[in-house]
């Protein structure tokens, strides 16, 4: 095993059987990007529920990449959330739920356009960062000297489309039923992803969606997340008031079911790669080369050499 893998495996408390599941998701991919990035700013989505792995596994992505060669920048999708005072401001002129953050409407599309336009450049660009503690912007990161080869843009609906606004007419759960009786706000957030936020998805070269089983699964993998930062806080003696509890969490996952089931239903039938994740976030029984789906596009073949006849 690579070092720096097993180094990553202990740091990030991930089982030993990690290993086997990045390479059999990771190095089939990094073979195709190499083979069709042949432009700087290169944008590989890839699009993962909340507690999906995506983050993990764009990390590992980021490593094998740069191991071959590559320049590479990460940047998540998380971190271009407006700041509080303007989602509050959209709480007050819009809809009480778009305060909370994550869904469509409630991130800086213009950042990230911008982000990604200049790391396609030469020169520096500082990422932008979002601290989810305080539910704020942070100050930009490290500085990124452009132009890089592959841009690793990571989310829960990366590349995601709108649906029929038909579609919308009946609440998927208690908190549209209750809270967004009129549609207000699963109207507003349709209009933001049918519009400015396809001008960032557009930019997407290779789309890579990490399926999960279902919604449900997806709750529980949250709660499963929430339950180790509990852990974690009370050994160190931290606030637990920071962990959210299983019926906070159901409240705050269900801002998102509307459009993970959509992306759940319609993504996999144009994604360049689907990795289909079992219960336990393991991509099920090899269906092609690497295990991943035979979706992955191959890498160009080389032109033939020419005739030395």
């Known amino acids: 095993m690579d070092a720096w893998l097993s180094d990553f495996i202990a740091a990030e408390g991930l089982p030993p059987d990690f290993a086997a599941t990045a390479q059999a998701i990771c190095a089939p991919l990094v073979e195709t990007i190499l083979g069709q990035a042949k432009a ?8 993962g529920t909340q507690a999906s792995g995506k983050s993990t596994l764009t990390a590992v992505l980021k490593h094998m990449l740069e191991v071959r060669g590559a320049r590479v920048a990460a940047l998540s999708l998380d971190d271009l959330y407006l700041t509080h005072a303007a989602r509050q401001a959209l709480a007050r002129e819009v809809h009480p739920l778009l305060a909370t953050r994550g869904v469509p409407g409630t991130h800086d599309v213009a950042l990230g356009l911008a982000v990604l336009d200049s790391l396609a450049r030469p020169g ?22 452009g132009p890089v080869d592959v841009i690793l843009f990571e989310g829960w609906c990366v590349g995601a489309v709108a649906q029929d606004p038909a579609a919308l007419a ?28 396809q001008d960032l998805f557009s930019r997407i070269d290779l789309l890579v969606l990490l399926k999960a089983p279902s919604f449900e699964v997806v709750l529980a993998w949250r709660r499963e997340q929430e339950a180790k930062l509990r852990a974690r806080l009370a050994r160190e003696g931290g606030d637990l008031k920071r962990a ?35 219960e336990n976030r393991k991509p099920f029984p090899p269906r092609g080369r690497g295990g991943v789906s035979p979706s992955l596009p191959p890498p160009p073949r080389p032109p033939p050499a020419p005739s030395t006849s």
């Open 170 to 197: 009946e609440p998927v759960n208690a908190l549209e039923r209750e809270r967004d009786p009129d549609g207000r706000w699963r109207s507003f957030v349709n209009a933001a992803l049918a519009g400015p936020y």
């Open 244 to 278: 959210m509890t299983d019926d906070q969490v159901a409240d705050f996952i269900a801002h998102y079911e509307r459009l993970t089931r959509h992306i759940l239903a319609e993504m996999p039938g144009r994604a360049d790669l689907v990795v289909a994740l079992d």
């Open 124 to 145: 520096e660009t500082l990422l932008p960062a979002f601290d989810k503690s305080t539910d704020d912007r942070q100050p930009a990161g490290a500085p990124v000297a």
């Open 40 to 47: 700087p700013g290169f944008v590989v989505g890839v699009c």
